[in-house]
């Protein structure tokens, strides 16, 4: 029982991790994949595999070599010198996706509470110094509570979406877009992305654990989960005339269809939002340690910092410009993650 539970705790760290301001609100998912309709779906089953076998694989071998940092584990993948470029790159990419994370909480709280935007944005950031302080325990704590009640909710949307008349016209319609060529690579940055954000948080996490078979499963886990929401975010967000142009359109969903639930789906998807802030913010002070040996306290405050004055741009043009940027970039890391061997089996 208790491999069963730590399995589930990582895979819940995993996918809180990965479902933040942009993938709970819709915006994220209709950005790389339900905007290309049909070959969207398609690109969300070869992002759902990535998912699995590669979450996993990032946990194992930071298993076995006992890297404690996304810093040791990029020396592993890259080399001595050449990761030392990689750790800036991360950091920096962790910072900026901190600031999507605060500026989509802040358009959480503006366009469905009509509340100023920086009440979302101060509030997260009150209540991840909050967590921090608390530690790992916070981050599994929070992840365990959210992240059940997100794919409750996204598998009830999803059921409801697909016995609308229209549903099945719309899920084979392939629409024209100007950039389409981007369905193509789409699935593979997406994972890349995520992955490489991911291994900032997953990296300390498989450290701490002292059963590599609990880490494995896990990882399996959190990846199949992760999948599942995609598909029911897809199923749900595809229903949706005009999709693109709302910056929370799950929430548009639910206030048409639920609106006795809207503001517990609200609260959830803030509860995601903060998940990818804290997880976010935690490796980063992992990380920024190795460099400063004061009080987190210090470090904690400067990451909030640097992405509150990043979070006063526009949410949806911040996601849209700096998510396939860092994609790109995580390519790299992907490709050479899937080439080292494993010790472990994964079956």
């Not at 910056?247 to 006795?260: L, N, Q, R, T, Y």
């Amino acid at each position: 029982m208790k491999k069963i539970t730590g399995s589930f705790q990582i895979a819940a760290v995993y996918v809180g991790t990965v479902i933040g301001a942009g993938f709970a609100t819709g915006r994220e998912i209709v950005e790389f994949f339900t905007r290309f309709g049909f070959v969207g779906f398609i690109g969300i089953l070869i992002s759902g595999l990535l998912f699995i076998y590669l979450g996993s694989k990032i946990m194992m071998k930071a298993h076995e070599i006992k890297a404690t940092s996304f810093e040791q584990f990029n020396e592993y993948l890259f080399g001595k010198w050449f990761s030392k470029f990689m750790n800036i790159l991360m950091m920096g990419m962790l910072l900026g996706v901190t600031a999507v994370m605060l500026s989509g909480a802040g358009a959480l709280f503006e366009e469905q509470l009509g509340f100023p935007k920086q009440v979302g944005v101060l509030l997260t950031i009150i209540l991840g110094f909050l967590t921090m302080i608390v530690g790992m325990k916070g981050l599994f704590a929070v992840n365990t509570f959210v992240v059940p009640l997100m794919i409750i909710f996204n598998v009830f949307l999803m059921l409801h979406s697909i016995r609308d008349p229209l549903f099945l016209e719309s899920m084979f319609e392939i629409p024209y877009v100007d950039d389409g060529w981007k369905s193509v690579i789409a699935p593979f940055t997406y994972a890349a992305f995520n992955l490489a954000m991911a291994q900032a948080v997953l990296v300390p996490v498989a450290a701490e654990m002292e059963d590599i078979k609990m880490v494995k499963w896990g990882g399996y886990l959190g990846g199949a989960l992760l999948t599942l929401i995609l598909i029911s975010s897809h199923f749900t967000l595809i229903t949706i005339p005009n999709v693109t142009f709302y910056e929370i359109p799950m929430a548009i969903v639910v206030k048409s269809m639920f609106s006795g639930v809207y503001i517990i789906y609200i609260l959830i998807i803030f509860g995601e939002i903060f998940t990818s802030v804290i997880g976010g913010v935690f490796g980063l002070d992992k990380q920024l340690k190795n460099y400063w040996k004061g009080s987190s306290l210090v470090v904690v405050s400067f990451i909030f910092t640097f992405a509150y004055l990043l979070s006063f741009f526009e949410y949806s043009k911040l996601l849209a410009y700096l998510y396939p940027l860092f994609g790109y970039f995580s390519l790299v890391f992907m490709v050479l993650l899937w080439m080292k061997p494993s010790k472990e089996k994964f079956s």
